[in-house]
């Protein structure tokens, strides 16, 4: 088991931050962990870092307690925080070899891991700058560099997208993709599009507690039985009468598109309606409902 967490609790002076967490994540697994704000993810993430002990429970990192008096486990992980903490007045490469250092690399194994991970994340062209002048998308590289610089068997990633724009968040979604080829991935994100993108499976996490623990389809589909049907018309529909259908929760149209979200499925309602608009269907598709919609549902 590459990661391991059973029955832990956290609190903070009065308040109980984590409830007694059980969850477990396999060798080569994309898991994201969701939760609201102040849900307890990054203080599970510390934990199983080791930056901070638990009250009570257990967590182990590839079968090494992160309560062990030794360090052996924290070799076998990289982390990237929320908060990337970087030398900004050191260059790329300058603090690579430093960050090397620090985990017991030097030579040419320092030299030959420092030009692999530049590589892998793009930073070739960055390598002889200052941190300070990169752009936020690049510091993340440099952050991601730094902690896949001792081949960890394990990546915890904390928003490891935050902040940046949509283009730098795709190019960090498909390096965690290639990463995670070959490594066990624990991330935490808001961007669920990036989470339907990259995870087997989810964990959610709301008010100290696991509220599910599921492949993102089985969530989908325990999700209250709802579906999305979205149609495609030649013309604008008259919506008013598509609301009056029995079973039809909400109903909007965009352009000529229709979305229609219902517990049944009204698709042969629906056509029939079309058809004595004497319009035309150019396509209709029944979704599940989104993962957005399933992770409001659960942390209410």
Do not use: W
Request: aromatic share 6%.
């Amino acid at each position: 088991m590459s990661i391991l967490v059973n029955d832990l609790v956290k609190i903070y002076g009065q308040q109980r931050a984590l409830n007694g967490i059980s969850f477990e994540v396999q060798p080569g697994e994309i898991v994201g962990f969701l939760g609201p704000n102040g849900a307890g993810k990054s203080t599970t993430m510390k934990i199983l870092t080791g930056f901070i002990p638990q009250n009570s429970g257990t967590a182990s990192i590839c079968g090494i307690d992160t309560n062990h008096k030794e360090i052996d486990f924290r070799a076998k992980i990289g982390y990237l925080p929320e908060l990337n903490p970087l030398y900004t007045e050191m260059y790329v490469t300058e603090f690579l070899q430093f960050t090397g250092r620090l985990m017991g690399l030097n030579g040419k194994g320092l030299s030959s891991r420092m030009k692999e991970m530049i590589a892998k994340t793009g930073l070739s062209q960055e390598q002889h700058k200052c941190i300070y002048q990169l752009s936020k998308g690049y510091k993340q590289r440099v952050g991601l560099a730094a902690a896949m610089l001792h081949n960890p068997e394990v990546l915890i990633l904390d928003e490891p997208s935050s902040g940046l724009d949509p283009n730098q968040v795709i190019e960090i979604r498909n390096l965690i993709r290639e990463i995670g080829e070959n490594k066990t991935v624990l991330f935490s994100t808001h961007i669920m599009q990036e989470v339907e993108s990259l995870c087997s499976r989810v964990v959610i996490i709301n008010k100290g507690n696991i509220v599910a623990n599921d492949s993102i389809k089985n969530l989908q589909e325990k999700a209250d039985k709802q579906f999305l049907i979205r149609v495609e018309l030649k013309k604008k529909p008259q919506i008013e009468r598509f609301k009056r259908l029995k079973g039809v929760l909400k109903c909007e149209c965009v352009d000529n598109t229709l979305m229609i979200e219902s517990n049944e499925d009204l698709r042969e309602k629906i056509a029939e309606l079309v058809s004595s608009e004497q319009n035309l269907i150019l396509s209709m598709q029944k979704e599940f409902t989104s993962l957005e919609s399933v992770f409001q549902q659960l942390t209410k």
